[in-house]
């Protein structure tokens, strides 16, 4: 079953980062963009997850 983060999640998943870091990152293309569901906004935790394996590929 598919696991969303908030944004306070996610902060904490990627070390603790703030949450102008997290826009920025957005802004920059460096993370997956969110989901919108009701009035808030949500990452799918497979995505980030995803995301960071791919980056540490890269940085191999």
């Known amino acids: 079953m598919q696991q969303y983060l908030t944004l306070t999640e996610l902060c904490a998943k990627l070390g ?3 949450r102008s870091a997290i826009y920025t990152d957005l802004t920059a293309g460096r993370l ?3 989901i919108k569901l009701g009035g ?3 990452w799918p935790e ?3 997850d995803a995301h960071l394996a791919n980056l540490r590929k890269q940085a191999v």
């Open 32 to 34: 997956p963009q969110p």
């Open 46 to 48: 497979d995505d980030i």
């Open 16 to 18: 603790n980062r703030s």
């Open 40 to 42: 808030r906004i949500y």
